[in-house]
């Protein structure tokens, strides 16, 4: 059974700048910590975290969702990817980022909800301001 978990937070950012960072290999680096290259566009690749992590856009909507297939160095050779799709709402200057992990390899679904929070959540919470 693929498991998958959904996941949010509330950003002191507007939509698009949220949207713009995760769709540049600056932006996506400056708002992880961590270096990141990333082609924003429908078909284009990214990889963050020193090639822990890579994928590829598949659906875009400017600054309102972002669906990507996305795997690790720990998904089984044989694993289908999984997909992330992340959406943006914004009210009142800032922005509700929901992101749902779905198709995850068995076991692993723990692992990658606690990595979301702690490699991307925090550190984008402190990169936009809390």
Same mark, same amino acid.
């Given at each position: 059974?693929?498991?998958?978990?959904? /996941?949010?937070?509330?950003?002191?950012?507007?939509?698009?700048?949220?949207?713009?960072?995760?769709?540049?290999?600056?932006?996506?680096?400056?708002?992880?910590?961590? %270096?990141?290259?990333?082609?924003?566009?429908?078909?284009?690749?990214?990889?963050?975290?020193?090639?822990?992590?890579?994928?590829?856009?598949?659906?875009?909507?400017?600054?309102?969702?972002?669906?990507?297939?996305?795997?690790?160095?720990?998904? %089984?050779?044989?694993?289908?990817?999984?997909?992330?799709?992340?959406?943006?709402?914004?009210?009142?200057?800032?922005?509700? /980022?929901?992101?749902?992990?779905?198709?995850? %390899?068995?076991?692993?679904?723990?692992?990658?909800?606690?990595?979301?929070?702690?490699?991307?959540?925090? %550190?984008?919470?402190?990169?936009?301001?809390?």
């Amino acid at each position: 059974m693929k498991n998958e978990f959904t /996941v949010s937070e509330t950003l002191n950012a507007s939509a698009e700048t949220i949207y713009n960072a995760w769709l540049s290999t600056q932006g996506h680096t400056l708002m992880t910590g961590s %270096p990141a290259k990333v082609d924003g566009r429908v078909k284009g690749e990214f990889t963050a975290w020193d090639g822990y992590i890579w994928g590829t856009f598949l659906e875009l909507e400017a600054s309102k969702r972002i669906v990507q297939a996305w795997r690790t160095s720990e998904f %089984p050779d044989d694993a289908d990817d999984s997909k992330v799709e992340v959406l943006l709402e914004e009210k009142d200057g800032k922005t509700k /980022v929901t992101l749902i992990h779905s198709n995850i %390899p068995e076991d692993q679904e723990d692992s990658y909800k606690q990595g979301w929070e702690d490699f991307y959540f925090k %550190p984008m919470r402190e990169y936009f301001g809390e």
